[in-house]
């Protein structure tokens, strides 16, 4: 009797132990399926990559050929929010330092101030050492766009959860690499970083337009490739005027919309010959073509040391 006791025991045990495994793996799998819900923010844009192993899951969606307008403010809804509850100064622009890109804005800050979200959205990653960043946070939004959260001293927020503009998700520090305590803030569409002035001034701490326009790469906070007459209702534009654009609307449905041909706003040059002093960023805004652009057309990496006398393609 003892003996079958002790086997239906064990039995038992086994059981739980497997029935354990399989709710796991079945909450890993509907986690895993959520792109396909609101769970997941633009999930038809990112083309359902998630993940926190990394800031970037994948390259080259950003097509260069596509042109994207993005709403980043509808009237009461999808508020903007400071990241910073702290409002000081820049003690670092985005761009070009040491010879190095460098991806964000740093925003002054003091050891444990108060760090934000800027829209709703939900967590994607949420690592406390990664890399030269440190403990850091990148949040996905229904508008399109990736905002990322660098050097934080304390994460408040885990993965797959979800926040409102203005709710804590960590604290100031100088974590990573880091020489003062400073938020290191990103704004991101597509796994590419762009500079957060073109939609944030940070002088007022607020948005410097309600919408983001893309095209060949470009970022930029007015419709240079749409006409005056554009008229919008609600969150997208209801007659923009050139080539097929993506536009993101807050069901976060992207529709497609046939457009007119589009006005060459870009340099008629082909190629360009790098010069000392060149650098990628300064070839940017040279020719008018987006950093990322150039990577694609000429199949290296933002990283890549430029040569004298080599030949850039830029179309």
């Known amino acids: 009797m003892k003996k079958r006791r002790r086997i239906a025991v064990f039995l038992y045990f086994i059981l739980i132990v497997f029935v354990s495994q399989e709710l ?19 999930s038809s844009l990112y ?33 903007f929010v400071f990241p910073c509850i702290n409002k000081t100064y820049i003690c670092s622009f985005y761009g070009m330092r040491s010879g190095r890109m460098h991806t964000g804005m740093d925003i002054k800050q003091n050891l444990g101030d108060s760090i934000v979200a800027v829209w709703d959205g939900i967590v994607r990653m949420s690592q406390k050492n990664y890399y030269a960043y440190g403990g850091t946070v990148v949040i996905r939004h229904a508008n399109g766009l990736e905002t990322l959260y660098a050097h934080l001293s304390d994460i408040i927020v885990k993965e797959n959860q979800a926040v409102k503009a203005g709710e804590l998700i960590g604290l100031a520090g100088r974590t990573g690499r880091a020489t003062t305590e400073h938020l290191h803030f990103e704004t991101r569409f597509l796994y590419e970083h762009f500079n957060p002035q073109t939609i944030i001034d940070f002088n007022t701490f607020s948005l410097r337009s309600d919408t983001l326009y893309v095209s060949n790469g470009i970022f930029s906070n007015t419709p ?11 969150t997208i534009p209801l007659e923009p005027t050139f080539i097929t654009d993506i536009v993101v609307e807050k069901e976060n449905h992207p529709i ?19 010069k000392k002093g060149d650098t990628l960023y300064s070839i940017s ?9 150039i990577c694609q057309l000429n199949n290296i990496k933002q990283e890549s040391i430029l040569h004298i006398g080599q030949k850039l393609k830029l179309k």
Request: aromatic letters at 6%.
């Open 24 to 42: 796991r793996a079945l909450s890993l799998y509907i986690v895993g399926n959520v792109s396909d819900t609101i769970i997941i923010p633009s």
């Open 47 to 79: 083309g359902n990559t998630w993940g926190g192993e990394n800031t970037r899951l994948r390259t080259n969606l950003l097509n260069i050929h596509q042109n994207y307008i993005l709403p980043l403010q509808v009237e009461n809804e999808n508020v």
């Open 224 to 234: 240079f490739f749409m006409q005056d007459t554009v008229k919008t209702e609600d």
């Open 256 to 274: 497609e919309v046939t457009l007119p041909e589009k006005p060459e706003i870009q340099s008629q040059q082909n190629t360009c010959i790098v």
């Open 285 to 293: 805004k040279k020719y008018g073509i987006g950093i990322n652009v």
